[in-house]
């Protein structure tokens, strides 16, 4: 892997984690079109990228959480940011848990093309007509227990890959009612430890070259100007396009699979 490929999936990585339109099948799809031979801990090293702009841009509210959440039960101080850090941790477990095993028994046999497709599109879909058809009622300060749990539950689906950990949250959290800019930071804060979690296993397989740092390099910078263009294009525009993306992205990689 030289530093043109590090510094392109890094890019890639970037955009697509933190838009609703699956970086485990764009980091599978493009190697596999250029016949790129990518070490399966740099995908995670990617992620470490994304991390890290994740926790600088939500700094003030992962410390606010942090804070909350020691306070609501030391202190038993009942706020928003101790409410919301505890819905967080319990989110988090199940869907953690069930995607970790899932993709232990199933990891390798879902990465075929044609899968990837089929997940693309399908959640396309499924994006689309949920956000369409879904009320903007429920701000991120009044978020349930059960809304929160469920979207968590939800992200055991994202060992699919296609399928996309914010896409899957994101309709979850739509088809309950949660507004579009809620449903997008609550799914950025839940992301956090996942992605945390899967670092912090794969350490130790990282090659710290000069393309791992270029990946991670822009994997940050990139997933930054996303998180803000995100929150900002919500504020007025739906995720209508990112779900028309995902079809044509899916029509154009089982063409490419039937040519290949």
Known sequence: MNIFQAALLGVIQGLTELLPISSSAHLTII??????????????????????????YFFKDWLGLIKGGFNYVVKKEKTVQGRMFWYIVLATIPGGAIGFLLDHFLSGTLNRPIIIAIALMVMGVVLYFVDKNSKNKVKYEEMTLKQ??????????AFIPGVSRSGVTITTARAMGVTREAATKYSFLLSTPIILAAVLVSITDFEFTLAFFMGVLFSFITGLFVIKFLLNYLKKGSFKIFAVYRVIFGILIIIVAIIH
């Open 31 to 56: 190697p596999w079109i250029f016949n790129w031979n990518i070490p399966e801990s740099f995908d995670v090293a990617l992620h470490f990228g994304t991390l890290l702009a994740i926790g600088l």
């Open 148 to 157: 929160t749990f469920l979207i968590g539950l939800s992200q055991a689906l």
